[in-house]
């Protein structure tokens, strides 16, 4: 199942142990994008040392998924340690915009609800408010979502955005109708 | 074959103008107050001149054409919600007299198609209704080829108007106010959009795929839709989706399970990001992937000739 039916892109999370030295960071990125990932976050946790002496560091990418494997593949010729590879956090990426009164409606409640009744987590908001925050305003959310919850938690959208007299631009997902 | 042509707008014209080309003869037309038969064929641009003239087809009662001796009914009267009349006794009558009938008028089988193929199945005649969805695209011909179960899914960009104020709005960064009013000033938009942005037009073409999809299984009306229109986007909803490679459109979606009309996110550089007053619809098939079928989804010489398409599938 795919989230844009179209040009399905899909987030991974990839953990990496890198060497505590300078560039080491920058030379494992680059293999990402290279190959065409395209970085949505890293946790780098520099206090924290994995039992080798490593630094763990976790990127979420998103790619599609014929390119996945070339990620991976590029970074461990790159000379890179990766300890683990998208297969058991794989999610969805899932887009969609909200319109309407979405401060006066209370935003944050609206997104934490959408995350605690459905399988998703929001993992970027853009809010644009052309007339300010008290007229019409628009969102753009992205969420993730576990891959088999993807019909769900757009229903879920719906029903807070419903309740919130919101209107809700959806992705097309297949089996949705 | 011989047609006989009820409803004399753009279509109905159209159809009359482009059916000797194709090998057809006009025995009967009716306006909605006239009408004109001649079992010998008409004379196509006499009847024409004299609708633009004295804007009716001709001197008889328009019941003289549904009396007429033809061998295919064309229901080209303005499509219209409910009951569908009058457009559904046309089609009745002709199926009692065993005649074949192609519509362009959406509403009898958008709006009473269980009825319909009862009439159809009691009766010699055919019914076809190519002209009911996206106008000149073969959707409902290529549905039929492949076979009803081997399509899971339609969905497209239904409606020209909708689209042409959406790819406007998303182009310029202007309101929908701004480009609803440029639309109708260009003839792209009528002076009464409704039909149009708030998704009927969209949602009835999508409730005839849901009706051929499920094959008889169940039937569905246009109240059985779900459906939303474009009134409320904002030019700032289009922005945010623009900055991340995406647009909106109106877009339709029809399975065996029902009908769903809104607008929806979409890949910029998709197959449902067209521009402008055209079509698209993607059929998802069980063993070939998806299919893109675009072109022309409105106008009377483009819906003519999906009509004449049908006459020619009957014929075979």
Do not use: W
Not at chain 2, 217 to 237: F, H, Q
């Amino acid at each position: 199942m795919a989230a844009d039916v179209d040009a399905a892109t899909r987030a991974y999370t990839v953990r990496l142990e890198l060497v505590d030295e300078p560039g080491e960071l920058l030379r494992a990125l680059e293999p990402i994008s290279a190959n065409g990932g395209n970085l949505l976050s890293i946790y780098h946790e520099r206090g924290n040392l994995t039992p080798r002496g490593n630094i763990p560091v976790e990127v979420d990418l998103e790619c599609r998924p014929d390119r996945f494997d070339v990620v991976v593949e590029a970074l461990r010729d790159a000379g890179v340690t990766v300890i683990q590879a998208g297969e058991d956090a794989y999610t969805e990426q899932v887009t969609v915009l909200l319109v309407g009164h979405l401060v006066d409606t209370d935003l944050s409640d609206t997104l934490s609800r959408v995350e605690s009744c459905s399988a998703a987590s929001v993992t970027d908001l853009s809010l644009d408010a052309p007339e300010g925050t008290d007229d019409v305003s628009s969102a753009r959310v992205h969420l993730a979502v576990e891959s088999d919850g993807v019909v769900d938690a757009l229903a879920t959208v719906r029903s807070v955005a419903e309740e919130k007299d919101l209107q809700v631009v959806e992705p097309l997902v297949e089996g949705s109708t | 074959m011989k047609l006989a042509v009820v409803g004399a707008g753009a279509v109905g014209r159209s159809v009359l103008a482009l059916a000797g080309g194709h090998g057809h003869e006009v025995v009967a037309v009716a306006d909605s107050k006239s009408a004109v038969v001649d079992e010998d064929g008409l004379d196509a641009s006499a009847v024409l001149d004299r609708k633009s003239a004295r804007g009716r087809v001709g001197e008889a009662d328009p019941e003289s054409a549904l009396e007429a001796e033809y061998d295919a009914l064309v229901e080209a009267t303005p499509t219209t919600l409910d009951d569908a009349e009058p457009g559904f006794s046309h089609v009745a009558r002709a199926l009692e007299r065993d005649r074949d009938v192609v519509l362009a008028n959406k509403g009898p089988v958008a709006e009473r198609y269980a009825d319909l193929t009862a009439l159809e199945g009691e009766s010699e005649g055919r019914v076809r209704f190519e002209a009911t969805v996206a106008g000149a695209i073969p959707v409902l011909g290529t549905i039929e080829d492949y076979g009803r179960s081997q399509v899971t899914a339609a969905r497209g960009i239904l409606n020209g108007t909708a689209n042409f104020v959406l790819s406007r709005m998303a182009a310029e960064g202007l309101s929908y106010e701004h480009v609803l009013a440029e639309a109708q000033d260009l003839g792209v938009a009528e002076a009464d959009p409704t039909f149009d942005v708030d998704g009927t037009d969209a949602a009835l073409k999508c409730v005839i795929l849901a009706n051929v999809l499920s094959d008889g299984d169940a039937t569905y009306a246009l109240a059985d839709a779900d459906v939303e229109g474009i009134r409320s986007i904002p030019p700032s909803a289009l922005d945010l989706a623009g900055e991340d490679g995406r647009t909106v459109r109106l877009v339709g979606e029809a399975t065996a399970d029902g009908a769903r009309v809104g607008p929806r996110l979409v890949p910029e550089e998709g197959p449902l990001a067209v521009t402008g007053t055209r079509n698209v619809v993607q059929l998802e098939t069980e063993s070939a992937g998806s299919l893109e079928l675009g072109g022309r989804g409105a106008g009377g010489d483009e819906t003519a000739s999906a009509v004449l398409a049908d006459v020619r599938r009957l014929e075979r």
